[in-house]
């Protein structure tokens, strides 16, 4: 699962894989902006046939949290 | 169509990432809208790719289409320009109407809608001022829970009522500014069903309504209208029969056995027949390409009752033990149309695969065993035939391939020289300038032709009538009748005058009249009316495409003399001091009928 985040997560930011780590956030990722944040929300939905809550979108702000979230849905 | 429904955003970003198309054109796309709406991007760039053309897409700022469209700034919308798409929701534009429209009076409703026309009108003429760009302007959403619940739907004085009047006069203004087109955006709610069309979460974060899925069918329905202007739709439809036109093999069950009637499981076929006949009425080119005895074939088309295709429909058939590939480049040489305007329909994957693998360029459709009560709906979503005109010649096209191929086969036939078998053809040219009813073929054909077409330049009908209008532009067209039939109008030269020069800017040819010297006569018009109106020197160019090396020397064959050679333009002269006669003699005769109305 981990792989599966990493990887949409790159492609939809736009940067290599090995630039997401467990710590990553719109703080160290200049990529990863409002705009981008939703794509991201949006791609993961997609990609794990999943849908979060109205909360959990804005506080999913890195690699860590959103892993933690895709799991409590799955 | 390019297999965008199947791919999830993740992969859709993941082929954009691999993909460079640094070296195709540029296709500009500005998006003004009142709303968030970037997560369009990765759709709206695929689908360019797959057009064959590089994206570049501009966002005007959040709620700024009205400043945008005014402002004299033309960073935004300038000459590059390809097309407009405008969002525009009620939510943002008129709150009122949308989410208190019970407190409203009659008159404050008014109001409000007159706010919103105004809007419409403003922006339109704004965006005009700067380019004829093609426009498309997303229609108003109709709530699905009206603000007076049930009893709205039925009342003439309520809020679905108010808002239907809006698009229908967003509907006759896009028709009065030209190239403007109406997407539909309730059909696009209905395809993608309410629950998955809009995204509330975004809404109330960051003002972006929509979900990808709905996204992604907005994009494909404006791609239909671009594909059409840049050239790109398909042309003629390849059939194959067993399965496919009919259930069942007509080689095993029979005439009586197949199964095709107004009960089901004949009448999926029925009506997918009826599809491909509004697709055959609308101006598609009908070739049946089926493994069989070919007597069999024509045998169900004459003789079944049910049967909607007729033998009149058809305009070439090729029914034989050959492979699919070889018999469709047969069919695209003999109807001389490009295998780039083929769409192949087969319910045999193995055919479908070999076409794919041998002949890429041609579009395949795949239909599915077991599945023929959808074949209608795959064939009438694609859009992969629709085009921004339509005229009486798209009407008759099918008959006019007919004969083109009869033609083909007379001249095969023909024992003596060419010369004697274009007499023998009775032609009759005739040319004249463009007029309202010619404007909407003309622009057509400067949309659609490849092949024969010295510099490929699009135009609009806006972009024709303006021509038209002006004293500086000249727009010639060219019909051709023979005795097999007429086929209307079938070439363009669009004649420039600066001061003491004329360009010829455009010349072409639909492929269906090349090989008749009627280039000849054409050219030598233009150039008679240069000197009618006291230009002795002529310009004219060639622009390189990949579609149209036939006429690279074109203009050097024809007493013009090149000047400069460059990779993408080539420039030629003509010195129109002495009279020539280009035209060939072999017309039964050629009318020039523009001379009296030069301006």
Known sequence: ?74 | MNNINKYSLPEIQEFLDNHNSTNDTLFNIVILRNITIEAIVPYLKYLTIHMGFQPNIVFGNYNNVLQDTQSNNDVLINQNTDCIMVFTKLETLSPKLINSFPELDSESVEEEMNLVKNYIVTTLSGIRNKTNAIVSWHSFELPIYPAFGVLDHSRPDMQIAAITELNNFLKTQLLDFKNCYYIEMNSLLSIVGFKNFYDNRYWHIGKSPYTLDALREISIDNFKLYRALKGKNKKCLVLDCDNTLWGGIIGEDGIDGIKLSPNFPGSAYLSFQEEILSLYNRGIILALCSKNNESDVWDVIDNHPHMQIKRKNISLAMVNWEDKATNIRSIAENLNIGLDSIVFIDDNEFEINLVKELLPVVETIHLPKGKSANYKEMLASSGLFDTLTFTEEDKKRGELYKAEFKRKNDKTNFSGNMESYYNSLEMIAEIDKVNETAVSRVAQLTQKTNQFNLTTKRYSESDIREFMNSKEVEVLFVKLKDRFGDMGIVGVSIIKFSSNYAEIDSFLLSCRAIGRGLEKILLDASIKLAQFRNFNKIKASYIPSNKNDQVRSFYVKNLFIKVKEQDLKHDFHFEASNTLELSPSYYKEINIKYLSKIK
């Not at chain 1, 956030?25 to 409002?34: F, G, I, K, Q």
Request: hydrophobic share 40%; net charge negative; proline share 3%.
């Open chain 1, 1 to 74: 699962m981990e792989k599966k985040l990493t990887k949409i997560m790159a492609q939809i930011l736009g940067v290599q894989e090995n630039e997401i780590t467990p710590n990553s956030s719109p703080d160290n990722l200049s990529e990863w902006d409002s705009l981008k944040h939703m794509n991201l929300v949006l791609g993961i939905e997609q990609g794990f046939n999943i849908s979060f809550d109205d909360e959990d979108i804005m506080q999913m702000l890195s690699f860590e949290i959103i892993l933690e979230t895709i799991k409590e849905k799955i």
